[in-house]
């Protein structure tokens, strides 16, 4: 009975200790993905900007018509990366959470970015063993004691 007790206690720690050492390794590779990802823009490199992104991905900008799948993404943003500028996002902080499949994460980060301190936020799903970014939001923060002076410039907006 001793023996049947520590095998099964062995086994359950060590399917444990396995199940967690996959979520941090998983993690590593999202947070590798993202910040290749946005290095790939920094550095206006198309293609491997765009070949981070699952082919069914859409990308939500900070203006309500900004909702692109990822060819209408790409036409939309190649004259920036084609002029050597796109733009360039530092995480300042990523919170990262994996499903119990291992096969879709979501995730959420604080950028430093030329308009100032933005939110991305995402889904990102493994492809064969390769994370993808399937969908990626991104929004622009404001301090909650100046949010009536942006409700004066949204309210001036013929949306």
């Not at 023996?3 to 999202?30: A, H, S, W, Y």
């Not at 293609?47 to 209408?72: H, P």
């Not at 990262?96 to 990102?124: H, P």
Request: proline fraction near 1%.
């Amino acid at each position: 009975m001793k023996k049947i007790c520590l095998f099964l206690f062995l086994f359950c720690f060590l399917g444990c200790r396995n199940k967690v050492e996959t979520n941090l390794n998983d993690k590593q590779e999202i947070n590798q993905l993202l910040d290749n990802w946005h290095d790939a823009a920094s550095k206006a490199d198309f293609n491997r900007y765009f070949d981070l992104l699952s082919d069914q991905s859409v990308f939500i900008g900070t203006d309500a018509t900004e909702n692109w799948n990822k060819k209408d993404f790409m036409v939309w943003s190649k004259p920036y990366f084609d002029k050597g500028k796109a733009w360039r996002f530092t995480s300042l902080e990523r919170n990262i959470y994996i499903d119990s499949t291992v096969n879709i994460a979501w995730f959420d980060e604080l950028l430093n970015t030329q308009m100032k301190i933005c939110r991305g936020s995402g889904v990102v799903s493994k492809e064969g063993k390769q994370w993808k970014i399937m969908q990626y939001v991104l929004s622009m923060t404001f301090p909650n004691d100046n949010i009536n002076a942006v409700f004066k410039i949204k309210h001036r907006l013929k949306i």
